[in-house]
Nanobody
C-alpha cells in the first residue's frame, strides 16, 4: 500500500493550496481517509476526514470553514483544499487510510508527508 501526498509548498498568509493524496495497493472505496499535520516535537493533530460510505466529513475546529476534504474514488485520490491559510497552518501534512473493517480510530496506512509553509 502506498499513499503519496503532493501539492505542498510556500504560500503567503491568506492564500490557498490544494493537497492531493494518491493511493495504490488498496481498495480505495473501502477506506476512510484522513489528513493530519505534525512537526517533530509537537503532537500530531487531526485536520479532516472523509468516510468511505457516504463521503461525510469532519474537521478540526482550527480549520473548519477554511479547509475542505474531498475524494475521487475513480482517481483513488483524496484532496485537501486549504483556503485563507494562516502562519499557524505551517506544518507537515500527512494523509492516512483506515479500512471500513478496522475497529477503533487507528489508521492503517500513512503517507510520507508534504510540507506546507505559510509566511506572514
Amino acid at each position: 500500500v502506498q499513499l503519496v501526498e503532493s501539492g505542498g509548498g510556500l504560500v503567503q498568509a491568506g492564500g490557498s493550496l490544494r493537497l492531493s493524496c494518491a493511493a495504490s495497493g488498496l481498495t480505495f472505496s473501502n477506506y476512510n481517509m484522513g489528513w493530519f499535520r505534525h512537526t517533530p516535537g509537537k503532537e500530531r493533530e487531526f485536520v479532516a476526514r472523509i468516510s468511505w460510505s457516504d463521503s461525510s466529513t469532519s474537521y478540526a475546529d482550527s480549520v473548519k470553514g477554511r479547509f475542505t476534504i474531498s475524494r475521487d474514488n475513480a482517481k483513488v485520490t483524496v484532496y485537501l483544499q486549504m483556503n485563507s491559510l494562516k502562519p499557524e497552518d505551517t506544518d507537515v501534512y500527512y494523509c492516512a487510510a483506515r479500512s471500513r473493517y478496522t475497529v477503533g480510530v487507528r489508521y492503517d496506512y500513512w503517507g510520507q508527508g508534504t510540507q506546507v509553509t505559510v509566511s506572514s
